[in-house]
């Protein structure tokens, strides 16, 4: 019988054959570049319409409110939150790395298909197909690490995926807002362009990096299920892993709710900065990209606890200080809340897969994606009412009071990771 691992080693049972990668060989170094180049297209294509929201929102004969334009990011990460343990469960039995090749496959084509969206619904059908085939990435990204690195190195090389992720949502946002010149359409069709070929940089680093064939599994569909069931009862009924979920579901819901309507904020009065303009406050998803390199190694000397809570103040304080009206104190602001939140994703991404260990780091992979998007679908888009109703300021204080509440039961959780084991599924 087994458990979710509480000590630092993982177990060794359910990874693929071959040995384990680590710093200083040629595979390690392709691995990350797969990863990083995945981390760019899935969320490059995710997040473009970001930057063109009040393009889209301005789209002759759709009349859309804010909160309706913003339904075009959130349809995409309900479709990935939606979907995410479907491709766990094809993962089992396919494998990671086909799996992850299908899963960018179909992101790729549907960003290449929203571009000749007929109708709002029509694009909003696509996003959510996109969701789906994004879904694949987001949820084995943690797994695939897990499986194939040293176990001391996950974190590092969890933060280089991340940074991944942040040069993806970095490109995606401001490629869209900078060609906002040629309309949302050309914007989505250079993301999209850009994205193909980050996927195709993936497949070849990923195939030279490719574990070794494993063993014979009993691959039978009875199999899978009782697998999948339990992996499932166990990974939801685990509180530690509880409060990572509940951690990130506030915390990305929060960070797509800020970019949101960051954009609206702007364009208001009394700045009323152009797209364009505002795009240049994207590149505040630079700060992720470090952030994310410094929580892995920070993780490692100093405890993932530690380096998890200064993270998530540090985001309480940038997010503070974007209720200043000065344009340079909103920078900052976007720019301190970015940087801690893609240091807090790059320390429980890690975290969650170590908790669970390759038995069982599948399905806690997955889940933990399912409350990533599951928050940036639904509080990205929830916390545009008070936004649309009360103003800048009463937004900021629902997302800070949001945040707080949730760090601090997570953090309660946390702390009882060497207790809350269920006795009658420990490893005899």
């Known amino acids: ?74 349809a995409a990460t309900f479709g990935l939150a939606a979907s995410v343990l479907v491709w766990a469960v094809l993962a089992k039995r396919f494998g990671t790395f086909p799996i992850i090749c299908a ?27 996109l969701g789906i085939g994004a879904a694949g990435m987001a949820a084995l990204s943690v797994a695939y690490i897990v499986e194939r690195v040293n176990p001391g190195d996950v974190p590092v090389v969890a933060g280089i995926y991340v940074s991944g992720t942040t040069i993806g949502g970095l490109s995606g946002r401001v490629v869209g807002a900078g060609l906002a010149g040629f309309g949302w359409r050309g914007s989505l069709l250079a993301v999209a362009v850009t994205s193909l070929l980050f996927a195709a940089i993936f497949v070849f680093a990923g195939w030279k990096s490719r574990p070794r064939p494993a063993p014979h599994r009993d691959n039978s569909a009875a199999a899978r299920t009782t697998t999948g069931m339990s992996d499932l009862v166990l990974c939801l009924t685990h509180r530690p892993a509880l409060g990572l979920y509940a951690l990130i579901f506030v915390l990305m819901g929060s960070l797509v709710a800020l970019y949101n309507y960051f954009s609206f904020h702007l364009t208001d009065p009394p700045y009323g900065l152009s797209t364009a303009a505002v795009g240049l406050f994207y590149f505040a998803y630079l700060g992720g990209t470090v952030g994310a390199r410094i929580a892995g190694s920070a993780a490692g000397r100093f405890g993932r606890g530690r380096t998890l809570g200064v993270a998530v103040a540090l985001m309480l304080v940038g997010a503070c200080l974007t ?16 940087t801690a939140f893609f240091a807090a994703h790059a320390v429980a991404s890690g975290w969650v897969g170590q908790i669970a260990g390759p038995q069982h780091s599948a399905t806690a992979s997955a889940l933990y994606s399912l409350f990533y998007y599951a928050g940036s679908a639904i509080l990205g888009w929830l916390l545009g009412f008070p936004y649309q109703h009360f103003g800048w300021t009463p937004f900021v204080l629902a997302l800070t009071a949001g945040c707080l509440v949730t760090a601090t039961l997570s953090w309660a959780l946390l702390r009882r990771r060497d207790s809350t084991a269920h006795p009658g599924l420990r490893s005899r």
Do not use: C, D, K
């Open 1 to 74: 019988m087994s458990t979710l691992t509480h000590t630092s080693e993982p177990r060794t049972a359910g990874i693929a054959a071959g040995p384990m990668l680590g710093r200083g060989e040629a595979r390690y170094r392709l691995l990350l570049l797969a990863l990083f180049a995945a981390g760019v297209v899935t969320f490059a294509q995710l997040y473009a319409p970001q930057g063109v929201l009040p393009l889209i929102q301005a789209e002759r004969g759709w009349n859309l409110s804010t909160s309706q334009a913003s339904l075009t990011i959130s």
């Open 323 to 338: 209720l200043q009206r000065n344009l340079v104190g909103l920078a900052a602001g976007l720019l301190l809340f970015t």
């Open 103 to 129: 899963s960018l496959a179909i992101t790729t084509v549907m960003s290449f298909l929203s571009v000749a969206a007929p109708s709002f619904g029509a694009l909003l059908v696509i996003r959510v197909l």
